[in-house]
């Protein structure tokens, strides 16, 4: 009887902390901090798609891709923390987005955007910050998720 005894409360310990370890987790999302860029117009032409999603991880792609409006002085991305987000669209198409938060949960960062009717709305563009296992960046526009880049 003791020996029983003795193996239930040896044994216990490990059980408990078997099924824990084994169970299945929830990963939960945590927000993070989203900025637009305001100011800054698409230098390409070449889109092929009505709608392209891009993310720009340095200073020199940024600049490649966009050029600054006539007669403003934009906030500037800081790379060494921050990266790019931007949903463009092909002249014509008529879309009007506003980036309105963004999130993390394990390797992927979502962003959301909404459209908008307000003048100052267009092709959406934004930082956040650098995630340091983050492998997908996904795009949800008005609830519906619309497109993703793989870093």
């Not at 009887?1 to 216990?12: H, P, Y």
């Not at 993070?32 to 709608?51: C, K, N, R």
């Not at 790019?84 to 014509?92: D, N, Q, S, Y």
Request: aromatic share 10%; with cysteine.
């Amino acid at each position: 009887m003791r020996r029983t005894n003795l193996i239930t409360i040896v044994s216990t310990p490990f059980l408990i902390f078997f099924l824990s370890c084994s169970s299945s987790r929830v990963s939960n999302s945590s927000s993070i901090g989203l900025l637009p860029l305001e100011y800054y117009i698409p230098t390409w032409s070449a889109h092929t798609a009505d709608t392209t999603y891009k993310v720009f991880q340095t200073d020199a792609a940024f600049r490649k891709a966009f050029t600054v409006a006539a007669g403003e002085a934009p906030r500037s991305p800081n790379f060494s923390s921050q990266m790019v987000v931007a949903i463009l669209f092909k002249e014509g198409v008529g879309q009007s987005l506003r980036f309105e938060n963004a999130e993390v949960s394990g390797s992927t960062v979502t962003v959301f955007a909404r459209s908008c009717m307000e003048q100052n709305c267009g092709n959406a563009v934004a930082t956040i910050p650098k995630v340091a296992n983050a492998k997908t960046i996904r795009f949800i526009i008005n609830g519906n998720s619309t497109g993703k880049v793989d870093l």
